[in-house]
T-cell receptor, first 114, second 115 residues
Framework: AQSVTQLGSHVSVSEGALVLLRCNYSSSVPPYLFWYVQYPNQGLQLLLKYTSAATLVKGINGFEAEFKKSETSFHLTKPSAHMSDAAEYFCAVSAGGSNYKLTFGKGTLLTVNP | NAGVMQNPRHLVRRRGQEARLRCSPMKGHSHVYWYRQLPEEGLKFMVYLQKENIIDESGMPKERFSAEFPKEGPSILRIQQVVRGDSAAYFC?????????????FGPGTRLTVT
């Protein structure tokens, strides 16, 4: 079975500052890893995914994440936060024969201050 | 190209009533998944369906919950005799045919409130 831990349920940054959202996973087989963003009262939108190709993955809206097997991490970063980035972010993992079954972390609420 | 559609967006039911949640996958997608999001929690997998088949229902509560994806029409998640603990957001996702079942696209969700 796999699991995801997102460190920090709430992260607050200033506009223009670096965004760093942490995600650690546990999986006994090579994982697929995902970051989703959820705006209030909306569904989840896929930001980026890692599927065993390049370890540095670039996504939409200037976000990227790096897969580090030795640290079992998949942290999400963006060099410069924008007000429109304020949302909840979910890290998810799937693996093995049930790779359709996404296991989500509890989410990190990102606040961007002017 | 319409995305995943869910209706209703908001549903209020009294305890003991039935709730029916509908999901229309993206065009060309034949795999449907249902997830539940409880307050301040991540999404939890409930069930995976293909047309006329339940592939994996390991996340479904044993009683009162059922899901179907008929040959024609939307996928339906049905909750009988709802209780307050069923209050949550229910999300449907779909994925294309073939190997890329991990590429799931989510609908806007149905927020169920049980009074």
């Amino acid at each position: 079975a796999q699991s995801v831990t997102q460190l920090g349920s709430h992260v607050s940054v200033s506009e223009g500052a670096l965004v760093l959202l942490r995600c650690n996973y546990s999986s006994s087989v090579p994982p697929y890893l995902f970051w989703y963003v959820q705006y209030p009262n909306q569904g989840l939108q896929l930001l980026l995914k890692y599927t065993s190709a390049a370890t540095l993955v670039k996504g939409i809206n200037g976000f990227e994440a790096e897969f580090k097997k030795s640290e079992t991490s998949f942290h999400l970063t963006k060099p410069s936060a924008h007000m429109s980035d304020a949302a909840e972010y979910f890290c998810a993992v799937s693996a093995g024969g049930s790779n359709y079954k996404l296991t989500f972390g509890k989410g990190t609420l990102l606040t961007v201050n002017p | 190209n319409a995305g995943v559609m869910q209706n209703p967006r908001h549903l209020v039911r009294r305890r003991g009533q039935e709730a029916r949640l509908r999901c229309s996958p993206m065009k060309g997608h034949s795999h449907v998944y249902w997830y539940r999001q409880l307050p301040e929690e991540g999404l939890k997998f409930m069930v995976y369906l293909q047309k006329e088949n339940i592939i994996d229902e390991s996340g479904m509560p044993k009683e009162r919950f059922s899901a179907e994806f008929p040959k024609e029409g939307p996928s339906i998640l049905r909750i009988q005799q709802v209780v307050r603990g069923d209050s949550a957001a229910y999300f449907c996702a779909s994925s294309p045919r073939g190997q890329n079942t991990y590429e799931q696209y989510f609908g806007p969700g149905t927020r169920l409130t049980v009074t």
